[in-house]
């Protein structure tokens, strides 16, 4: 036993390991097989994490070559003048988003549609991010290094006509892009890692 003693005053030191409850779930075991993933690191689907969240999850963007011509398509966001109502800015709202803009919109080859059937090493969840998530891809494309200096898709409607976008390149803040009429601008698909 180990004691301390301050100006005559002397405590007793105990060593008992103290178990705290940190509001782990029973499923929390089981996610990802027990992996927590870090920065730039391969993540299940073969994609590259650029997000971990405090759980150990996050976000993994589409690995280079995801398409046969190995470059990230240019598509139109969704339908001429289509409000698309509910979608979201948050992280962990782009597949949402996503969902909504597929079943408004029967237009093929729209962002949301080629990132929502993408299947990648036999993962399908994959999906167009929210202007936050694409906001998160954007501070860490260093760690996702076949992003192309150009404008990026979000899956968040600005206005009936517009959506937000981010340019990777040359440093431009996020705008709002006309939705059909900008038809440069890219999708780079990402999918949670839970």
Known sequence: MNKLCIKGICVLLL??????????SKDDDDKNGGKVYTLGETGPAGGIVFYVNPAGGGLEAAPAGWTVT???PSASWGCVDLDVEGTSEEIGSGMANTQLIVNACNTENIAA???NNLVHNGFDDWYLPSIEELMLLYQNSELVVDLSPSWYWSSS???PTSAWARHFGIGMPAEGRNKVTASNVRVRPIRTIN
């Open 15 to 24: 060593s008992i390991p103290i178990l705290l409850n940190v509001g782990c």
């Open 70 to 72: 190995g470059n990230d």
């Open 113 to 115: 549609k080629i990132a």
């Open 157 to 159: 409607q600005t206005s």
